[in-house]
């Protein structure tokens, strides 16, 4: 049984990555002697398979019985560094760093469920109980093209898996555009954007606020699928539309 650093693309698509420093990946002896020492927040993992060449840098992990894959470990190469579309918390010239990844994806058994949240919350715990001890630089969520400095994900991930908001700004991004803000990853959850329309003297962080209630919202409820008409959180009355095909729902003011 082997893994390379080729995953396939759906899998490295729905990934997670940790950033090292070059030369600082732990082994598989590493990840085996923090997952017995440490008391992780929520479900416990444990090293379900470990190929008995060393050298072939991975391990199958068993997190609240599902499996996932850890690779690129030392001393194999390290997996493609992924790209960047929006940072929160990592410092400005992180890019310049010369970097080296570990990769987590689901198991390959997990037949065309990788979105799903119960799967998408066991690799995230995963990941925000080991960032830190192994001192990664930066965690890569794939799928929103978001790098977040380490303690900022840890406590966005564990309030998450405690019973918090959805994490919004992390496993989901917004860019600014022209009269609004647009998600980014939310689409791997429920297959649409949001995008809020921006009324004429509203400052883009108000707007922001609420797309990450909105972005909450549907990943709790799925996407919309007509037009609503609400009242928001601070009494306004709000318009959602969604595309004809369903892959963009538009927020906007009742004017």
């Excluded at 303690?151 to 994490?167: D, E, H, K, T, V």
């Excluded at 909105?214 to 601070?234: A, C, T």
Aim: contains cysteine; hydrophobic residues 45%.
């Amino acid at each position: 049984m082997k893994r390379g650093v080729n995953l396939d693309t759906q899998a490295s698509q729905t990934g997670l990555s940790l950033l090292f420093a070059k030369g600082k990946r732990p082994s598989a002896t590493d990840i085996e002697r923090l997952l017995s020492a440490t008391d992780m927040a929520g479900a416990a993992a444990h090293i379900s398979y470990r190929p008995p060449d060393e050298a072939e840098g991975w391990l199958e992990l068993l997190v609240s019985g599902l499996t996932f894959d850890l690779c690129g470990l030392n001393p194999a190469e390290p997996m493609p560094v992924p790209p960047q579309g929006h940072r929160f918390g990592v410092a400005q010239d992180v890019e310049e760093r010369e970097l080296e990844a570990l990769t987590i994806v689901p198991g390959r058994h997990i037949s065309g469920g990788f979105a799903m949240i119960p799967i998408v919350q066991a690799m995230v715990g995963l990941s925000a109980n080991i960032a830190l001890p192994l001192n990664a630089e930066a965690v890569c969520w794939h799928p929103a093209r978001t790098w977040m400095e380490p303690q900022y994900f840890s406590r966005i991930a564990l309030n998450w898996l405690s019973g918090g908001a959805f994490p919004a700004l992390g496993l989901t991004a917004l860019t600014e555009i022209p009269g609004g803000v647009r998600s980014e990853g939310l689409a791997f959850f429920v297959g649409q954007e949001l995008q809020m329309d921006l009324p004429a003297g509203e400052r883009t962080a108000d707007m922001a606020k609420l797309a990450v209630r909105f972005i909450d919202y549907v990943v709790s409820n799925g996407p919309f699928r007509q037009e609503i008409e609400f009242e928001g959180p601070d009494g306004e009355m709000l318009r959602v539309e969604p595309s004809p095909d369903g892959k963009l729902a538009t927020v906007s003011r009742v004017i």
